[in-house]
């Protein structure tokens, strides 16, 4: 069994700055892709940045300069850095990964935390 963990989510104020945590663990072979996406009350779930197993990454154009994924492979855990917070970025964020675990290659969701940014 596989599982994704989030933490780190919170209420800030405008400007203010917030730290993603997202571990996983369980029957873990190997890693691709992992990210953060975020769903706000009534929108669709949207890409907020992913990172490959090589480091490469990929933001959402609302977020680049402001948030900075990275990933530490030996914990299975990848962080999301959020500064300069608006109160749009108010949504619950979602870790995901892409990795071949107990069923082989599958796509893997956390739990959610909500960040609520104020204004």
């Known amino acids: 069994q596989v599982q994704l963990v989030e933490s780190g989510g919170g209420l800030?104020?405008?400007?203010?700055?917030?730290?993603l945590s997202c571990a996983a663990s369980g029957s873990i072979?190997?890693?691709?892709?992992?990210g953060w996406y975020r769903q706000a009350p009534?929108?669709?779930?949207?890409?907020?940045?992913t990172i490959t197993s090589g480091g490469n990454t990929n933001y959402?154009?609302?977020v680049k300069g402001r948030f900075t994924i990275s990933r530490d492979n030996a914990k299975?855990?990848?962080y999301l850095q959020m500064n300069s917070l608006k109160p749009?970025?108010?949504?619950?964020y979602y870790c995901?990964?892409?990795?071949?675990?107990?069923?082989?290659?599958g796509d893997y969701w956390g739990q959610g935390t909500q960040v609520t940014v104020s204004s």
Do not use: H, I
Not at 12 to 19: E, F, I, K, T, Y
Not at 42 to 49: D, I, M, P, T, Y
Not at 96 to 105: C, E, M, S
């Open 76 to 78: 299975n855990t990848v």
């Open 12 to 19: 800030v104020q405008a400007g203010g700055s917030l730290r």
């Open 29 to 34: 072979f190997s890693f691709n892709a992992m």
């Open 60 to 62: 959402a154009d609302s």
């Open 88 to 92: 749009e970025d108010t949504a619950v």
């Open 42 to 49: 009534g929108k669709q779930r949207e890409l907020v940045a």
């Open 96 to 105: 995901n990964a892409d990795l071949y675990g107990p069923v082989g290659w």
